[in-house]
């Protein structure tokens, strides 16, 4: 039998996180209750839902491989996920998820599917192939499907986004032995995988709303899952609660998202396929840190040459709306190694208003693309010294509405004072740390 690979379990909720702005035009052709899920605190308490927001209290989610033995079928897949909890955890400081951003709700405030409605149509222009997809959010697995990458890399400061990239690594694997045993074609292994992160009914019924019945049907289904992901021995028993509460919050997600996501709409079996084999080689790993992170670029760049790998895209979605020190990031995303035709994709909704009117300006929307479109550029045209990166920083220190939006991120506030520079902010953020470690 093998080793026991101890894991470490992620722990919710954090002091970290930013909204996530949702585009009030996207695609969601399923209806859901008016309610917007993202807003916990608007949620009110008629919701049909028990439980609306990331578990408060969460042992996080952690396999052994010790388990492997034990299931015939599912041996090699619990080996591999133990090896993506062990390397994510390893690569994931502890109590790093605070970064710049050390607001108190972290909750709702990623998307573990994209909300961008063309990103997919972005993505399949592509035509890089292989190497690393590295970046933020759910999205992630779209971009690592789309490009067949040899290894996805999620960076986010947000630990709910590590926590949901394993469990998503579970069902994938859950799934993939499933297949196998049941001799299931691709079409039918993805919509397995689909099921699994949204009961059928819901997803077969386009009128289908959040109410009463959807709601216990997605708590019961969720249950479901977790027990069956316990008995493929892919999660401890002791963690089937918080895993319910995950996948709960997974497909209410999944409810208002973009139809044509990595696990549903055209070319979904190709890509369950695609991120099937790369769970079950463990090339997948779940990073909680600051993209600005001092130590991110070394670590990023020892685990590309451990897996042979070098960057092929990077998917900042629209975190720029949010990055303060955006030079910073994109000089430590330079370190690493890169194929020549490597991509950054990205998005902004906050910018276009926020920046100052001037010359910079349009040219820069235009390179950050919108959730509408969002843009795929060459990493040189981004990272290079003097490039959009360096661009957009300025743009940003030039911008008195987004130096007050970034602050407001953090302080979680309407109302605050104008930073002015990168050094005041820094400052501003970092005394309000040593104020919120005073009342804890
Ligand atoms: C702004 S959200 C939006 C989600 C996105 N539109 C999508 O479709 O998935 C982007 C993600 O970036 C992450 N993020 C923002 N700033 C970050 C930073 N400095 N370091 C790491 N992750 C960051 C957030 O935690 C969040 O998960």
Redesign the pocket.
Same mark, same amino acid.
């Given at each position: 039998m093998a080793a026991p690979i101890q894991t470490r379990g992620v722990h919710l909720p954090i002091a *970290?996180?930013?909204?996530?702005?949702?585009p009030a035009a996207a695609a969601a052709p399923v209806a859901v209750a008016s309610r917007d899920l993202s807003a916990p605190e608007r949620a009110g308490t008629n919701s049909p839902l028990p439980m609306q927001r990331w578990p408060e209290v969460s042992a996080g989610l952690a396999v052994t491989a010790s388990a492997a033995g034990a299931h015939a079928l599912f041996g090699a897949r619990v080996a591999a996920l133990a090896q993506i909890h062990s390397a994510s955890t390893a690569l994931s400081p502890p109590g790093a998820s605070a970064?710049?951003?050390p607001g108190h709700d972290?909750h709702f405030?990623?998307?573990?599917? @994209?909300?961008?409605p063309g990103?997919a149509a972005t993505l399949d222009k592509l035509t890089q192939r292989g190497g690393a997809a590295i970046?933020? @959010?759910? /999205? %992630?697995f779209d971009v690592a499907a789309a490009i067949e990458a040899d290894l996805l890399v999620s960076?986010?400061?947000?630990p709910?986004?590590r926590e949901v990239t394993l469990l998503l690594s579970a069902v994938l694997l859950l799934v993939d032995g499933k297949g196998s045993e049941h001799g299931w074609d691709a079409p039918r292994r993805a919509r397995e995988v689909l099921h699994r992160l949204l009961p059928a009914a819901l997803c077969d019924d386009p009128h289908a709303t959040l109410d009463a019945a959807a709601a216990q049907l997605i708590l019961d289904e969720s249950a479901t899952v977790a027990k069956e992901l316990t008995e493929a021995g892919l999660l401890p028993t002791e963690q089937q609660q918080a895993a319910t509460e995950l996948l709960t919050s997974v497909a209410m997600k999944l409810l208002k998202s973009p139809q044509t996501l990595w696990c549903r709409g055209p070319g979904a079996p190709e890509k369950v396929a695609h991120l099937s084999r790369l769970a079950r080689d463990g090339r997948i790993v779940a990073i909680t #840190?600051?993209?600005?992170?001092a130590d991110l670029g070394p670590k990023l760049s020892s685990l590309l040459r451990e897996r042979r790998a070098q960057a092929t895209a990077f998917?900042? /979605?629209?975190?720029?709306?949010? %990055? *303060?020190?955006v030079s910073g990031?994109c000089q430590t995303l330079a370190t690493l190694p890169r194929s020549a035709d490597a991509v950054v994709v990205t /998005?902004t #909704?906050h910018l276009d208003f926020n920046l100052e009117r001037g010359t910079q300006k349009d040219q820069l929307i235009q390179s950050l693309g919108s959730?509408q479109a969002?843009a795929a550029s060459p990493a040189d045209a981004w990272l290079q010294p003097g490039g959009l990166g360096a661009e957009l920083h300025a743009a940003i220190w030039q911008a008195p509405r987004q130096r007050r939006a970034l602050l407001g991120y953090v302080n979680h506030r309407t109302r605050v004072s104008d930073p002015e520079t990168l050094e005041v902010f820094k400052d501003l953020v970092e005394r309000g740390h040593e104020r919120a470690g005073r009342t804890r």
């Open positions: *970290a996180g930013m909204p996530c702005e949702r970064g710049l951003y972290a405030n990623f998307d573990c599917f @994209s909300n961008e990103l970046g933020v @959010s759910g /999205s %992630i960076v986010d400061q947000n709910a986004v #840190t600051d993209l600005g992170a998917n900042l /979605s629209n975190a720029f709306d949010y %990055i *303060a020190d990031v /998005s #909704t959730f969002p």
